[in-house]
Structure formats: C-alpha cells, structure tokens
C-alpha cells in the first residue's frame, strides 16, 4: 500500500538579496507529509538552506490551490532571475526584502566584555597565553 501525496504551501526564507536578507517565497509542494514537504523546499534553488529557521510556514493545501500557486511561481520573475541586474529591475523588489532578526540578534557583541579583552591582549604585548593566566581563560 503507498502512501498518498497531499498538496502543502511551503513558505521559505530566499536568498541572494545581501547579508541577513531574505525573501519570504511560497512553494507549492507534492509530498507524504509536512517534513517531507520542507524537506524537499530545502534542496530548491535560492531556499537559505544554511538558516536553521529557513521555512517560515508549512500548511496543507487543495489542488486547486496547488496548481494556482505553481503558476503564480512560474509568473514570479524573482525565481527566474539569473544575475542582481535583473533583480533589480523587477518593480517593487525592494518592498518583498525582510530583515532575518535571528542573524541581527546573533551580531550583537557586549562591548564593554571585547574592549576590556583587546585591552588586555594589548597590554600583554599581544600573547594570549599570558592572558589565560591573569583571566583563568583557556
């Protein structure tokens, strides 16, 4: 007995729009279940496969659905785009780009903890290993 394909709307975080940017496309997908769905959007072009949090929603569809949105994504002209040039002329563009807050959140640095290092490192005359032994650091 085989299982039966269903239809999901897989929505997932896209690339090539500059560091800590995304996309946020909707792909629409034939599979056994949900993983299998976000499973299959993770080996598609563009899809930020590097992000732990690249699939944004997963949700089953009907097959009208399905084929409406597999036309919308063949009209979609980000998904077809082979250089930045053509991206940017693609009206509104700039409007679809979101900000990945868990890459800003991951950026942050406490200052006052890397200064008093560097300072210290600086002090040193450079030798790190002496540094482990004021701090108790390895």
Request: glycine share 6%; aromatic share 10%.
């Amino acid at each position: 007995m085989t299982p039966k394909n269903k239809y999901f709307k897989v929505t997932a975080k896209c690339g090539h729009v500059g560091k800590g940017n995304y996309v946020p496309v909707a792909f629409a997908v034939k599979a056994e279940s949900r993983s299998a769905a976000s499973q299959k959007v993770m080996t598609y072009h563009r899809v930020k496969k590097q992000l732990s949090d690249a699939i944004i929603s997963c949700e089953e569809i009907d097959r009208d659905s399905y084929k409406e949105l597999m036309q919308a994504n063949k009209e979609f002209k980000y998904l077809q785009c082979k250089c930045n040039r053509q991206q940017k002329e693609i009206e509104g563009f700039d409007s679809l780009i979101c900000k990945n807050e868990y890459r800003e959140e991951r950026r942050k640095v406490e200052p006052a903890k890397s200064m008093k290092y560097r300072r210290a490192i600086y002090e040193l005359g450079g030798r790190r290993s002496s540094l482990s032994l004021c701090y108790g650091e390895d």
